[in-house]
């Protein structure tokens, strides 16, 4: 290991993905590592957006069926440009909804309290909007979400681990609902496991992946995952609100939707106009309302840089920069009382890294005041995440470097310890 500059030109040199950099909008003098909370534009992602309101400007409303993108099928077609990232068939994943959203459909699907079976497992390390979704889940069921979510305990605060998952699967638990990367420590959850274990004791389990779709690897379909739900504006960088997406497994097909409406129709059948729905017999299932055409255009642009880069050189080159950063982290940042609390472990961390600092409001404000973009996280965390499409490893040493500056000379001494709006 080596700790120069010339070391990260070394590594950059070396980069097989180095060329997609230039396909995105980089501010210059800036060094962006937020791409797990809002990814990037790329000029394809623009490109596709300025397509689509082109088909729209030409065609009006036989932009549905006409163009080089029909709107009436976009969900479906990126839904299986998805599915080679997930893991999936074709036919399994649909780009609908949001994941909020996503999850109140798939809950109103899966969950079918019965018997001593009507609780619900999740954990206690969360994002809020998952909690909040499958406690009114439960409200609407008649549950009382204090006796009927029962979460799992982290042991450090930061992590999960899997034989408390497991030993948390009592006769009573109905569904799991769980994060493949949990959103702050970055770590990775055996969905393999996980899943071989809930369904031996009858339990259905499903995986948000917001934090791990685009940043490593999945293989819902070979890890018979039930279902799975996510954004695509992480790190897919589908923009600001892009329509999310959502898995659900082929055993499962003919499950009538939870949550119906007209686009949950067979295609063939939903212009019939009848009052009774003929469900698609996919995914597809899952979709509710006329989708939001515009906030999926980027990701025709953007999942097509995906699927040919490929998520296994995606993942080595994220591994490499996390990696690297970490070494970076711990010779130059020791003794500064920032401490690493993302797992180390290849197998278990996701494409983040997570810093944990008393004064990490303020030096978040310090990073960025020097065109460091991070992600803070309330009350004490600090995100960076190196992301592979776009981030160079030379940006990973500069960050660290100008962390360093700012640690030493206690730069975010000048600002407030307070959270801004969002983040
Ligand atoms: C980003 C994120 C969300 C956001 O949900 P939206 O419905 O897109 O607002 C939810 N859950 C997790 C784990 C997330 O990381």
């Known amino acids: 290991m080596d700790f120069t500059e010339n070391y990260a030109h070394m590594l950059d040199e070396q980069d097989v993905l180095a060329s997609y950099r230039k396909e995105f909008y980089i501010k210059k003098d800036g060094i962006y590592l937020d791409g797990n909370s809002l990814g990037l534009l790329s000029k394809r992602a623009e490109q596709a957006l300025l397509d689509l309101l082109e088909s729209w400007k030409l065609y009006g409303i036989d932009g549905w069926t006409e163009g080089k993108n029909p709107w009436f099928y976009l969900s479906e077609t990126l839904g299986k440009e998805l599915a080679p990232i997930v893991g999936a068939a074709p036919e399994e994943v649909i780009v609908t909804g949001s994941t909020t959203t996503n999850l109140h459909q798939l809950v109103s699907t899966f969950y079918k309290p019965i018997g001593k079976k009507t609780k619900i497992l999740a954990d206690e390390l969360n994002f809020p909007s998952d909690i909040y979704a499958l406690q009114s889940q439960l409200m609407q069921k008649g549950y009382d979400p204090e006796k009927h979510l029962v979460r799992?305990?982290?042991?450090?605060?930061?992590?999960?681990?899997?034989?408390?998952?497991?030993?948390?699967?009592?006769?009573?638990?109905?569904?799991?609902?769980?994060?493949?990367?949990?959103?702050?420590?970055?770590?990775?959850?055996?969905?393999?496991?996980?899943?071989?274990?809930?369904?031996?004791?009858?339990?259905?389990?499903?995986?948000?992946?917001?934090?791990?779709?685009?940043?490593?690897?999945?293989?819902?379909?070979?890890?018979?995952?039930?279902?799975?739900?996510?954004?695509?504006?992480?790190?897919?960088?589908?923009?600001?609100?892009?329509?999310?997406?959502?898995?659900?497994?082929?055993?499962?097909f003919g499950m009538k939707p939870g949550l119906a409406g007209w686009f949950s129709s067979r295609k063939d059948k939903q212009f019939d106009m009848e009052h009774v729905l003929t469900p698609a017999e996919d995914a597809g299932a899952y979709q509710i309302g006329t989708p939001n055409v515009l906030s999926m255009a980027p990701l025709i642009g953007s999942l097509s840089m995906f699927n040919e880069a490929g998520m296994g050189k995606i993942r080595e080159k994220s591994l490499k920069l996390t990696g690297y950063m970490i070494d970076l982290i711990v010779h130059e940042l020791d003794?500064?009382?920032?401490?690493?609390?993302?797992?180390?472990?290849?197998?278990?961390?996701?494409?983040?890294?997570?810093?944990?600092?008393?004064?990490?409001?303020?030096?978040?404000?310090?990073?960025?005041?020097?065109?460091?973009?991070?992600?803070?996280?309330?009350?004490?965390?600090?995100?960076?995440?190196?992301?592979?499409?776009?981030?160079?490893?030379?940006?990973?040493?500069?960050?660290?470097?100008?962390?360093?500056?700012?640690m030493v000379e206690e730069k975010y001494k000048q600002y407030e310890n307070k959270r801004g709006v969002v983040a």
């Open 335 to 406: 003794g500064h009382g920032l401490v690493l609390r993302n797992p180390l472990d290849v197998q278990k961390r996701g494409g983040h890294i997570y810093l944990e600092h008393p004064e990490a409001a303020r030096i978040c404000k310090a990073l960025k005041a020097e065109g460091i973009i991070p992600d803070f996280r309330a009350p004490n965390g600090i995100r960076l995440a190196p992301v592979a499409l776009y981030n160079t490893f030379e940006e990973v040493w500069k960050a660290v470097q100008v962390l360093k500056t700012i």
């Open 152 to 252: 799992v305990a982290s042991g450090d605060g930061q992590t999960l681990r899997e034989e408390d998952i497991i030993a948390a699967m009592s006769d009573d638990i109905a569904l799991i609902v769980l994060p493949a990367v949990l959103y702050r420590s970055g770590q990775i959850l055996d969905m393999e496991l996980l899943a071989k274990e809930a369904h031996k004791r009858g339990i259905t389990i499903g995986f948000d992946l917001c934090h791990s779709i685009g940043a490593i690897p999945h293989e819902l379909s070979a890890w018979d995952i039930d279902f799975a739900f996510w954004c695509n504006y992480k790190h897919l960088n589908g923009g600001p609100g892009a329509t999310g997406g959502l898995f659900v497994n082929k055993r499962h």
